[in-house]
Nanobody, 120 residues
Framework: QVQLVESGGGLVQSGGSLRLSCAAS????????MAWYRQVPGNQRELVAH???????NYADSVRGRFTISRSDAKDTLYLQMDSLKPEDTAVYLC??????????????WGQGAQVTVSS
């Protein structure tokens, strides 16, 4: 089992920056990859950024060049540095981690979410 707790959300003006953190605990060594998603009420959950266990990253087109995903050396904290924020970035941001389960694919874990609001 893996537990995830996000922090760092808040209200920021357009063009500003925020950094989200996600503290992982439990079976951290089993984590294969981690990601940030975001969700706006009424819309589907959107993958924002992803990082693999060896540090490879990828981003949604809408945030590439503005957001940076990273992990601590101990791999127990995930970060999302968000720069040049836009009102359309307003959403609940959710931390995700996944671990392989033999014969069953991937087990996904989710944090409780952090609200990010960008004012125009």
């Amino acid at each position: 089992q893996v537990q995830l707790v996000e922090s760092g959300g808040g209200l920021v003006q357009s063009g500003g920056s925020l950094r989200l953190s996600c503290a992982a605990s439990g079976s951290i060594s089993s984590i294969f990859g981690m990601a940030w998603y975001r969700q706006v009420p009424g819309n589907q959950r959107e993958l924002v950024a992803h990082i693999t266990s060896n540090g490879a990253t990828n981003y949604a087109d809408s945030v590439r060049g503005r957001f940076t995903i990273s992990r601590s050396d101990a791999k127990d904290t995930l970060y999302l540095q968000m720069d040049s924020l836009k009102p359309e970035d307003t959403a609940v941001y959710l931390c995700n981690a996944y671990s392989p389960v033999p014969g069953r694919g991937m087990q996904h874990y989710w944090g409780q979410g952090a609200q990010v609001t960008v004012s125009s």
